[in-house]
């Protein structure tokens, strides 16, 4: 059974950061490329960031700069450092994992910018 279970999710003040974490189970974590997705409430869930099985990273042109992806093969995990963190990037956060035609999906994790 694949699982990715996010955490690091929490409520933070403008300006402030914060570290997500994706730990992946059930398939060959190196064989995936993995990305982070978020959803606000009424928007479409967009890409935050992406990470290829080679290391090659690609960002949303909100992020860049403020958020840094990496992946870690031998702990089957992939993380989300944010910084400089803005009221517009609350949403749900959603690790996800896709090879081709296979594509799995975190529970998603609540990351709140407000004052």
């Known amino acids: 059974q694949v699982q990715l279970v996010e955490s690091g999710g929490n409520s933070v003040q403008p300006g402030g950061s914060l570290s997500l974490s994706c730990a992946a189970s059930?398939?060959?974590?190196?064989?995936?490329?993995m990305g982070w997705y978020r959803q606000a409430p009424g928007k479409q869930r967009e890409l935050v960031a992406g990470?290829?099985?080679?290391?090659?990273?690609n960002y949303a042109d909100s992020v860049k700069g403020r958020f840094t992806i990496s992946r870690d093969n031998a702990k089957n995990s992939v993380y989300l450092q944010m910084s400089s963190l803005k009221p517009e990037d609350t949403a749900v956060y959603y690790c996800n994992a896709n090879l081709i035609r296979s594509q799995y999906w975190g529970q998603g994790t609540q990351v709140t910018v407000s004052s």
């Open positions: 059930g398939i060959i974590f190196r064989l995936y490329n």
């Open positions: 990470i290829t099985t080679g290391g090659t990273t």
